[in-house]
């Protein structure tokens, strides 16, 4: 009898160990606080709530210290007073001043750093309240953030260029990156982009290791931009630390708080090692893309949250694809957690309080089909109120995006309460769709808009096109990279256009003239030059080019107005402009003004931001027989100016009802 008492008592202490080693625990001193559970454990700054420490698996601390600049992980962001037309600006470490336990209790602990604002404040930090969040469960190998930005109506002009959340890995451990099955690799370390070892080619970001720690990337390029992601692919990505095994993970369940909708491209990981959550930035849109907030405007958004995923496994030998797939299951099981329900922020709307919208999008292009066409594959979604395409340089608010099924179909759930417009494009169809009624969302509101149907601009029959509609310019010739200038892992690689200064190789294969596109004889996908460049005509010294289009009409209609229709994927200080069978004509047939800041070319984007422009073509202008049209990029002042064309197409007047 004893002895089974004795037994049981060893039990309960055994069951009471298990369950209290299994809860989140919490320790605050006058400087510090340590959150832990069974898996990891966090170190933060107190009050300023920037993460010092980050224990896991045997290793002291993930993160690195030593940095001469950034170290450890938090919640960073750059702004510039509103006359600023830079993207860069200063720099805040948003330092909480207040510390707050949201909730403590065997399951979650919730912190809050907060930093105020008052005038007092107006030259040391942004105008912004900040509300940093962290979030751990038990059971659970990893923690949560998000934070609340609010601007408030006693609060000054000013300009957000970029907000983030990074962490800065320790470059002992972590070597390895990865942020797509194909895109992943051994990354050089931070001291081989440092003078001696690296050598800066056409910008700072860009560095040819030269003399690098690992003689194995020799010759190699490094540029954080090859790793850039758009935002509807930028789900999971992070380092793989191999001694011992670690993989940390950033994975972002939900695009609803990133800006500029789906195509918006930004910073991953890269060489730091550094880990970043991109939630407002210029990259691949320009000053257009930053926030500009009035005094007073009142705003409020809330970034995140995003789950910060540690994992191991003990198959040493297949250590990195088990970690990756580990990696992405774990980003699966999080995507179909959202939203969250453990989030304590009133400002976090939970699934019961979000509402939904569903409705069928049709294409009506008489030129290609008497019928309506059912629209498969059109990015549809819900932004903020606004013009004709505007989501793609909207940030302030939210965002809902998906793709229609087989049968033109969508349903978008989860959406925040509010007012939005739906915008829509469809790949294959030039423009931009808004349907003109506004859409208010309500908590559990189920919204059907029935059938919309989209009408591309159109005004005769296609004569010829160049390209196909999709918002990028992959589909044209990417070359081959200079052998100087590689970077290994896009070597036999689909996204070619990632490589290093592509934009040379132009006057390599176009030496004396420019590029001459014959209709019918030339092929878009190795005759058409995947961007139109500037030509180097001496050190520092780049001229524009003008580009020809060579088609053959076989009689001009005297009556009818020919349309061109230009679609760029991308444009950075550009001043395009359209001659037609004069190359000198003053002033040209058409030109765009300048246009563009999303610097595409430098950054081996193969897009930034969509233009349409519809051209007017006389029939004055067109002859019987040969015609050219000329497309003359006009400020040539740099190697990064330039555009890049989605698609061209030249129409024809409208066909009259009796033909
Ligand atoms: C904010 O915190 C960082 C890191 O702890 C510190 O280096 C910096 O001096 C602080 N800035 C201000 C304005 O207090
Ligand atoms: C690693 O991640 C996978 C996928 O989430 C999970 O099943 C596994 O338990 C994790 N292993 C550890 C040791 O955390
Ligand atoms: C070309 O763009 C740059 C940058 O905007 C501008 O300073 C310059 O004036 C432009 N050149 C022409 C010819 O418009
Ligand atoms: C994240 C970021 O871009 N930070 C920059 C903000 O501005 C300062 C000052 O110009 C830079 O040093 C930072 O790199």
């Known amino acids: 009898m004893q002895k089974i ?26 400087d510090q606080v340590v959150m832990y559970n069974d898996f990891l454990q966090l170190t933060f700054t107190k009050p300023a709530g920037h993460i010092i420490g980050i224990q896991y698996n045997g290793i002291d601390n993930l993160l690195e210290l030593h940095n001469p600049e950034l170290n450890g992980g938090f919640w960073d962001l750059n702004w510039s007073d509103p006359e600023s037309t830079q993207t860069r600006g200063k720099f805040d470490m948003i330092n909480g001043t207040n510390f707050e336990i949201i909730l403590q209790n065997e399951e979650q602990v919730e912190l809050s750093f907060k930093r105020t604002w008052d005038s007092s404040f107006e030259d040391e930090h942004s105008p912004l309240e900040i509300d940093k969040r962290f979030i751990m469960l038990s059971g659970s190998s990893g923690f949560y953030s998000y934070a ?13 260029n970029e907000a983030r959340l990074v962490f800065m890995l320790t470059k002992e451990k972590f070597h390895y990156m990865a942020m797509a099955d194909n895109r992943q690799r051994f990354m050089p370390l931070p001291d081989d982009r440092l003078p001696g ?36 692919d930028n789900k999971v990505h992070g380092w793989i630390s191999l001694d011992p095994l670690v993989g940390f993970w950033q994975i972002t369940p939900s695009n609803e708080f990133r800006t500029c909708g789906p195509l918006k491209q930004d910073l991953t990981s890269h ?10 930035s210029a990259h691949y849109g320009g000053v257009d893309v930053v926030l500009n907030f009035k005094s007073g405007e009142p705003w409020k958004k809330v970034f995140g949250p995003v789950f910060i995923f540690l994992n191991t496994s003990s198959d040493k030998e297949n250590a990195v694809p088990v970690l990756w797939e580990n990696a992405k299951e774990q980003m699966r099981t999080e995507v179909q957690s959202w939203p969250y329900h453990f989030p304590l922020s009133e400002d976090f709307p939970q699934s019961d309080q979000r509402g939904s919208i569903s409705g069928t999008l049709l294409v009506d292009d008489s030129y290609v089909s008497n019928d309506h066409i059912l629209a498969v594959g059109a990015h549809v979604g819900l932004a903020p ?67 919309l149907v989209y009408k591309p601009p159109r005004d005769g029959p296609t004569l010829w096109e160049i390209g196909t509609p999709d918002r990028s310019a992959a589909e044209f010739f990417v070359p081959d990279p200079d052998p100087k200038y590689i970077n290994k892992l896009y070597v036999n690689h689909p996204d070619k256009f990632r490589q290093y200064g592509l934009w040379e190789r132009y006057a390599d294969l176009y030496p004396d003239k420019d590029l001459v596109y ?17 030509r180097k005509v001496d050190n520092d010294l780049y001229t524009g080019t003008t580009w020809q289009i060579k088609f053959q009409l076989e009689k001009v209609d005297q009556a009818g107005v020919y349309k061109l229709r230009l ?47 519809n051209v007017d073509i006389h029939s004055t202008q067109l002859f019987e027989g040969e015609n050219t049209i000329f497309l003359k990029q006009a400020n040539g002042s740099k190697f990064q100016f330039g555009v890049m064309y989605d698609y061209i197409r030249l129409e024809g007047p409208a066909l009259s009802s009796e033909n």
């Not at 609340?148 to 957000?160: A, Q, V």
């Not at 060489?271 to 407002?280: D, E, T």
């Not at 014959?518 to 139109?532: E, L, N, P, R």
């Not at 003004?593 to 930034?608: M, P, Q, T, Y």
């Open 148 to 160: 609340i930005y609010e601007h408030r109506e006693d609060m000054p002009s000013f300009s957000l």
């Open 271 to 280: 060489v730091g090692p550094v880990n970043l959550a991109m939630f407002v």
């Open 567 to 613: 679609a760029l994927a991308s444009a950075t200080f550009s001043i395009l402009e359209v001659r037609v069978n004069d190359e000198e004509a003053n002033p040209p047939v058409f030109s765009t003004g300048s246009i563009g800041k999303d610097n595409a070319i430098a950054r081996h984007g193969i897009h930034g931001l969509y233009w349409l422009f």
């Open 385 to 451: 109120p606004g013009e004709v395409g505007s989501f793609q340089r909207e940030g302030k608010g939210y965002q809902f995006w998906t793709n229609t099924n087989d049968e033109g179909h969508f349903h978008i759930e989860n959406i925040r309460p509010g007012v939005y417009n739906l915008y829509a494009w469809f790949p294959g169809f030039i423009g931009d769709f808004r349907w003109e009624k506004l859409i208010t969302v309500t908590q559990g509101g189920s919204i059907d808009v029935g059938t």
């Open 518 to 534: 014959t209709v019918g004889i030339s092929q878009y996908h190795k005759d058409w030059f995947y961007a139109q460049v500037t």
């Open 197 to 232: 070892r690296g050598q800066e080619l056409a910008y700072p970001e860009a560095v040819l290791l030269v003399n690098p720690v690992e003689p194995e990337f020799t010759g190699e390029v490094d540029d954080k931009y090859q790793y850039m992601c758009e935002n509807k």
């Open 5 to 30: 008492y004795f037994s049981l008592y060893i039990f309960c202490i055994y069951l009471n160990s298990f369950v209290s080693s299994a809860a989140v625990e919490l320790h605050v001193s006058d």
